[in-house]
């Protein structure tokens, strides 16, 4: 017997935790439910968020701390946004339109409008740095 993690249903089955997370996943089994059901297990999934959500913090807290682990490590990422202010947003609007107007990433923007538009992206793009937990 390993010390695997599982479920005893109520009609006394004995279900392994891989079993049900392939359930889980699979959209024809979800479809193939039953309105109760649907409701019990949206319930569960409910109840279970914050639980989830403690374990995920406590994880990147010692991550960060430098703990080592197999199979999870700490990333950076960064992500580079347009600053929204009204400065930018009369900046953009005036050179490029309405099409500007609604902020995109400065991906779109330079997709849409060219190397023309880069030096503006330049000026209003901050950069934020962040870590992400990643699982191997």
Do not use: C, W
Request: no cysteine; glycine share 2%; aromatic share 8%.
């Amino acid at each position: 017997m390993s010390n695997e993690l599982q479920i005893v249903d109520t009609n006394g089955e004995v279900l392994s935790i891989d079993n049900v997370i392939t359930k889980l996943n699979d959209k024809a089994h979800l479809a193939s439910l039953a309105d109760e059901q649907i409701e019990q297990l949206a319930y569960i999934v409910q109840s279970i968020k914050s639980p989830t959500k403690k374990i995920d913090d406590e994880l990147k807290t010692r991550l960060v701390k430098g703990t080592q682990f197999n199979h999870i490590s700490l990333t950076e990422y960064q992500r580079t946004t347009i600053k929204d202010t009204e400065e930018n947003r009369n900046t953009f609007y005036k050179k490029y339109g309405l099409d500007a107007f609604v902020f995109r990433t400065p991906a779109q923007l330079k997709k849409k409008f060219g190397e023309k538009i880069e030096s503006d992206i330049n000026q209003a793009a901050k950069t934020d740095i962040s870590q992400r937990v990643k699982f191997d």
